[in-house]
């Protein structure tokens, strides 16, 4: 914490100090976020999507459902916004179990 001495006129008659400590806190930014997109292809199973958004983002099976067809019917879909260590590691892990699964299914990451 930073510490300010303000001085409201100095003394007063019984020669007794008057200053004022204001304390200020600096300002701290908020990290950036980070939107976590799930891209669409022809090849990943429907079921897959929605098992990928329930398991790793936490969505129930309706919510899981009306993604994957967002992201089938229009491409692209935000699945979640996080801080950028969190959706680094959402991307890694939904990439690897694709991979570990053969299919194609992409999942990236862009600023808010």
């Given at each position: 914490?930073?510490?300010?001495?303000?001085?409201?006129?100095?003394?007063?008659?019984?020669?007794?100090?008057?200053?004022?400590?204001v304390?200020?806190?600096?300002?701290?930014?908020?990290?950036?976020?980070y939107?976590?997109?799930?891209?669409?292809?022809?090849?990943?199973?429907?079921?897959?999507?929605?098992?990928?958004?329930?398991?790793?983002?936490?969505?129930?099976?309706a919510?899981?459902?009306?993604?994957?067809?967002?992201?089938?019917?229009?491409?692209?879909?935000?699945?979640?916004?996080?801080?950028?260590?969190?959706?680094?590691?959402?991307?890694?892990?939904?990439?690897?179990?694709?991979?570990?699964?053969?299919?194609?299914?992409?999942?990236?990451?862009?600023?808010?």
């Amino acid at each position: 914490m930073i510490q300010h001495r303000v001085t409201m006129a100095g003394k007063n008659d019984d020669d007794q100090d008057t200053s004022v400590v204001v304390e200020t806190r600096p300002k701290t930014k908020r990290p950036p976020l980070y939107k976590v997109l799930l891209l669409n292809d022809d090849y990943t199973p429907m079921e897959f999507v929605v098992a990928v958004l329930e398991r790793f983002f936490g969505m129930s099976h309706a919510q899981a459902f009306d993604i994957m067809l967002t992201v089938h019917q229009k491409g692209v879909a935000v699945v979640g916004v996080f801080s950028h260590e969190i959706a680094e590691t959402k991307v890694a892990q939904v990439m690897d179990f694709a991979r570990q699964h053969q299919h194609p299914l992409q999942c990236t990451m862009e600023k808010e």
